[in-house]
């Protein structure tokens, strides 16, 4: 029977055990059960502690809505806390545990705190926890932070994997209750793409927990036969299990799509994200049940009527033995019909409208009785309690909407102004009879399916009853004569309200945020109207003028993990490898993530000790033999157009347009206000065509960047641009041998003596027997330098092909930190240089601004101030006790000047161990660098305290007068 | 001692992989030239690709050269020639680019190889808005990508070559996903 409160009927399968665990108890259930159904079927009254004042609570509704049974799912590191017990599709094995409370559920120590309740009211910690104020830091917060939250979060990684995806589709149906059934029968039936979506496990809404019939069927019979229908349209994507989280910009709806028990696997994601783009959306959500405000209202075994009637109903579960009934409607009466039919007993049915009113309840771990103001006394165990429907209008006010207040349902429903393409059939719109929200429906499925262009077939009508029980005007049971809640899940009271007016907290915006009532988990979907209700009476205002709190997404708490999907870990952002990867790894490179880029550090020799070894060895092999290094990551676009060459003139500081075919050029580019933006070569190809370079890391910022110089800069000139790193493996050959090196590899007859193929050449050939390739004459280095190019499938082997032809002149192969020890004993400027504060005066490259032309940066060239910098020129540095090490980023001041910014003259941007000299070289920005050449000053490293004193020089350590690089 | 050829390695290394009736498989290329389309008059245009290829498909759609490549157009300034080798001619019109190495091809086919994009393609796959014979340039997972609807089940993805190990490991965990 599984469970002593289990009833006969129901949509549960009763051939279908599960077993299941809650706080270390073994139990058992039925496939089609909740967690919480399968609680209340066996008899599991209490679930948890309330938030402030741990005191005893129960499951209070049957839906996404709840907010007492809070538990924690699994355990370990799986663990998923704050979970609702109502939304968990109960499966075989799971085990559940309760939440906030030191001890067993049942004996709470921490229950002492209900006993302070008079010192904890709303906005008691803006009062206290002031003094002394050493304990602040100490005592208090250590203290709140342990006390605050619900549910524990596990401290190791979510061990469940996520994804995201796109939908398009010409109708989103939010919600397959009868409207959303209704609407996308229609708009599938006319051959429209429908998406129909729903958070439950099962289509129907609230036809599975009522007792209705359409057109014959059982309301739960008819909605399976409509499922089933919809199912077999190809037009028509059927999602239960998932939840429309909210309307943002552009009219996206988010989806959180939760796998089906059976199809989840610890391989495969537990959830996915859809961003779906509807053309229409029809909103079908339904309408949340609220309770009412009276003494004692928070005992296990309180629950809205509406779940006691789905209970009953869908999983037949009684969750008591003697229901008492209090509404403010006329359905009260019904009710206790429908439920004596079912074999509850009826404690009594009480009119919340007249009198006499609900004065208190009995009962700590669970309700035993209440107590009228006539003296009478009622014993029951569960008590049903109405005050009316409000209408889910979440989504149709996402987008800044506001709602509207209707007096004849006492409810907020959609407000005039939807958004676009949005509308709302049903309950959702506050319309209660079945019979209508079937039309609604239908007609908003129509509607939507025409919109798009179909021709929705006609309808015919359903027949169905139209019942409804508008509810009264909101009034607060007993006021003053014992605490009433209106958050159960915050341990809100209306004397909290009172408190919050009586302070002058009286928007509904203070109000909110001075009481926490509708700030937790369920965001006040049960309480949010009892409390504006209690303020608007306080205020005298009505409730339409005293107004909602803001609605925002998400609907339902969301794992962040599902938003991340598998954007985390490794897969935060794509990788990207070079052509020479895999050859690189093959011979012991380490590698360095720049950017997306995967790059060799260094290639780790046996013997070597450290990083060090390998790379002293390499930079060492450069200086002396021929080294070769993949440079592939280096941007490179293509400029071709008959105005490409004033195109290349007008983004380069320096002259380009009077650059022969067959050469090659550094130049700087600038930002309009002066600074430079990047550094790289510019190869002319043809006299249209040219080949510029960039920095690894600015490809993609400098293409866009001359994009809008081409379009809308200069609109004028006839010049195309497409990227082309991808296309080409490039690597650099540097190095006294280096020559001796290439004359084997590139095809006869090309001359590549220092005459036919000079300092700054470049030129398209074939090398190895016939493969395409571009060789540049360019140094970093600062020794005897090229740039070979092939079309990137040829990388590998031709550094394979290098390698092999160059071992018995020494061939190295180094990465990107010999690289840049290279080119700061040359003194380049690189990327720590360019930090965009540095024009090319302060880089020692003032003549290299044009004079007689117009480029991007001339008007503010040496004119932008940055400040404390202006005078900064590029020098280099040497401990004056050569054994010390420099640090990168430590501060140069002079001897016996205070360690302040007043006296700061620049900055250490480059260290490297310089093996050609064997001690550290650094680069720096100082001002007044020039006329500082000779002195000595300090370099701090405030961070680490430590100091080191410095000799100022010549930026260039390794063959200033650049004969190697010529020769 | 310019002797040894070079030989090419693919952008590829991993397996193909298929699961159910759905394959994703690496696409060796044959040749890929990216077409330079001057703005200047569409009339001329379309004349001087006819003369040189063939049709000159729309914005967004693709069609088949002469010497039985396929054109695909992207946008209106770009083409993409997949197939046999171009030979340049010069013309006022437009421009060629070799980017046989700039471009890695991936196969997508089979039932469930839309399940597989909608992962991951944030644009409209419906049957309206892409159709066969429909191109599209949008990102994949953050790499930006080529789409061409090859066949009513069958795709093919271009992707920049650095990017096309990691994407193609991506899609085929997202077809281990899907199934």
Not at chain 1, 283 to 293: F, N
Not at chain 1, 810 to 836: D, F, M, Q, W
Not at chain 1, 944 to 959: L, M, T, W
Request: proline fraction near 6%.
């Amino acid at each position: 029977m599984s469970g002593a409160f289990r009833l006969s009927g129901g949509l549960v399968d009763r051939d279908h055990r599960l077993r299941f665990a809650f706080n270390g108890r073994q139990y058992e259930g039925l496939a089609g059960d909740t967690l919480a159904s399968a609680l209340l079927a066996n008899g599991v009254r209490l679930v948890g502690r309330s938030f402030k004042y741990h005191r005893p609570r129960g499951i209070f509704s049957a839906g996404s809505e709840e907010p007492n049974a809070l538990v924690t799912l699994g355990e370990g590191r799986a663990a998923l806390p704050n979970t609702r017990a109502t939304m968990v599709e109960l499966t075989d094995g799971i085990a559940a545990f309760s939440q906030n409370h030191l001890g067993p559920l049942g004996f709470d120590p921490l229950a002492v705190t209900d006993l302070l309740a008079p010192f904890l009211g709303a906005g008691f910690y803006y009062k206290t926890f002031m003094w002394p104020k050493a304990f602040w830091e100490r005592v208090y917060e250590p203290l709140i932070r342990k006390a605050a939250g619900l549910g524990r979060l596990p401290t190791d990684p979510d061990p469940r994997l996520y994804d995201k995806g796109h939908l398009h589709c010409d109708l989103l149906v939010v919600g397959a209750g009868p409207a959303g059934l209704a609407a996308a029968r229609a708009a599938g039936a006319a051959g429209a793409r429908v998406i129909l979506a729903d958070e439950g496990f099962r289509p129907g809404g609230r036809l599975l927990a009522e007792r209705h019939e359409i057109d014959g069927m059982s309301g739960a019979d008819w909605a399976a036969a409509q499922w089933q229908a919809l199912a077999a349209l190809p037009n028509v994507r059927l999602m239960p299990r998932a939840t429309a989280l909210g309307l943002y910009d552009h009219g996206i709806a988010g989806v959180l799509e939760r796998i089906a028990p059976e199809a989840r696997a610890v391989d495969k994601p537990a959830e996915i994200f859809w961003r779906v783009r509807a053309r229409r959306i029809v909103l079908a959500a339904g309408a949340t049940e609220r309770p009412l405000v009276f003494p004692g209202n928070d005992r296990p075994g309180i629950m809205l009527a509406g779940a006691v009637q789905a209970f009953v109903n869908r999983w037949a579960v009684a969750p008591g033995r003697r229901v008492a009934i209090l509404a403010n409607h006329d359905g009260g009466e019904a009710l206790a019909a429908e439920l004596a039919g079912a074999g509850l007993d009826i404690a009594a049915v009480i009119d919340a409208r007249g009198d006499p009113q609900v004065l208190g309840t009995k009962g700590r771990g669970g309700l035993r009785s209440l107590t009228l103001a006539d003296g009478r006394r009622i014993a029951c165990d569960a008590l049903a309690v109405s005050g009316g429907w409000s209408p889910n209008l979440h989504l149709a006010v996402h987008r800044d909407g506001k709602p509207a207040w209707r007096d004849d349902i006492q409810a907020f429903v959609p407000g005039a102004a939807l958004p676009d393409g949005l509308a709302v059939a049903g309950a959702a719109g506050g319309s209660f009879g079945l019979r209508d929200c079937l039309d609604e429906g239908t007609r908003a499925g129509q509607a939507a399916a025409t919109a798009c262009g179909f021709r929705p077939p006609g309808a015919p009508g359903f027949t169905t009853d139209n019942t409804q029980h508008p509810p009264a005007p909101f009034r607060e049971l007993s006021p003053g004569q014992g605490r009433a809640w209106v958050d159960l899940q915050n341990d809100v009271t209306a004397k909290d309200i009172r408190l919050a007016h009586r302070e002058g907290f009286r928007s509904v915006e203070h109000l909110k945020r001075y009481t926490t009532l509708g700030m937790a988990t369920d965001q006040g979907k049960t309480g949010n109207l009892a409390a504006l209700a209690l303020m608007a009476q306080q205020t005298g205002r009505g409730i339409p003028e005293t107004g909602t709190t803001r609605y925002r997404p998400p609907y339902v708490p969301v794992s962040l993990g599902a938003l991340a999907g598998r954007e985390g870990g490794r897969g935060f952002k794509p990788v990207r490898r070079t052509p020479l990867h895999d050859w690189s790894a093959a011979r012991g490179a380490s590698f360095v993530e720049s950017g997306l880029w995967l790059r060799a550090e260094w290639f780790a020799q046996d013997g070597e000790s450290g990083w060090r070894d390998s790379v002293d060895r390499e930079v060492m092999a450069v200086r002396t033999a021929v080294g070769i290094c993949d440079v592939s990551t280096l941007g490179k676009i293509d400029i071709q157009g008959r105005d490409a060459a004033a195109f290349v003139d007008f983004v380069y500081c320096n002259g380009f347009a009077k650059l022969p075919v067959g050469r090659v050029r550094y130049g700087l580019m600038l930002r309009e206000d002066g600074i430079v933006m990047d550094d790289g070569t510019c190869a002319r190809l043809g006299e249209h065509h040219y080949l510029m370079t960039t920095t690894t890391a600015n490809a993609a910022p400098v293409f866009q960047h001359l994009e809008f110089v081409r379009q809308c800069l200069r609109p004028d000139l006839d010049v195309h641009l497409v990227p082309d790193t991808d296309s080409w493996a490039q690597i650099a050959v540097a190095g006294p041998k280096a020559r001796a090196l290439l004359t084997r590899l590139v095809d006869a007859p090309f001359d590549i003596s220092n005459a036919g193929f000079p300092f700054m050449a470049c030129a398209e050939l074939t090398v190895c027997g016939g493969t395409k390739a571009r060789l540049f004459r360019i140094s970093f280095s600062g020794e005897l330098g090229y740039e070979l190019a092939v079309p990137a499938p040829f990388g590998s082997a031709l550094a394979e092909a290098m390698t092999g032809a160059g071992a018995d002149l020494g061939v190295t192969p180094y990465g990107v930190e010999a690289l840049n020890v290279l080119r700061i004993e040359k003194g380049h400027v690189s990327g720590p240089e360019l930090n965009g504060q540095t024009a090319p005066a302060h880089l020692g490259l003032r003549r290299m601004a044009a004079q007689g032309k117009d480029y991007i940066g001339r008007v503010l060239a040496g004119r932008t101030r940055v400040d404390g910098a202006e005078t900064a020129r590029l020098v280099g540095l040497l401990p004056c006790d050569r054994a010390q090490p420099l640090t990168a980023g430590a501060h140069l001041l002079e001897p016996g000047a205070p360690r302040t910014q007043a006296h700061d003259l620049g900055w250490i941007s480059s260290v490297a161990f310089s093996p050609s000299l064997g001690h550290d070289i650094g680069l720096a920005l100082l001002n007044d660098g020039a006329a500082r050449i000779g002195t000595r000053l300090r370099a701090v490293d405030a961070m680490a305290g430590a100091e080191v004193e410095v000799e100022i020089v010549s930026p260039h350590f390794i063959d200033p007068e650049g004969a190697r690089q010529r020769g | 001692m310019a002797d040894h050829r070079l030989a090419p390695s693919p952008a590829i290394t991993a397996a193909p992989l298929e699961i159910g009736e759905t394959r994703l498989a690496p696409r060796p290329s044959g040749g890929v030239h990216m077409l330079v389309l001057s703005a200047g008059d569409p009339a001329a245009l379309a004349a001087e690709i006819e003369a040189a290829f063939g049709p000159l498909p729309a914005i967004g759609r693709s069609a088949r050269t002469r010497s039985g490549a396929m054109l695909l157009r992207p946008s209106r300034e770009r083409g993409l020639c997949i197939g046999s080798g171009l030979a340049p001619s010069p013309a006022t019109g437009f421009h060629s680019l070799d980017q046989t190495g700039f471009w890695a091809m991936i196969s997508l086919q089979g039932s469930g190889a839309r399940a597989v994009l909608e992962r991951h393609w944030r644009p409209d796959l419906g049957d309206v808005a892409f159709p066969r014979g429909a191109v599209a340039q949008s990102s994949l997972s953050g790499v930006s990508a080529t789409l061409f609807r090859e066949a009513a089940d069958s795709y093919l993805i271009l992707v920049p070559r650095s990017y096309a190990a990691w994407l193609f490991d991506d899609l085929a965990t997202t077809l281990h996903w899907v199934r």
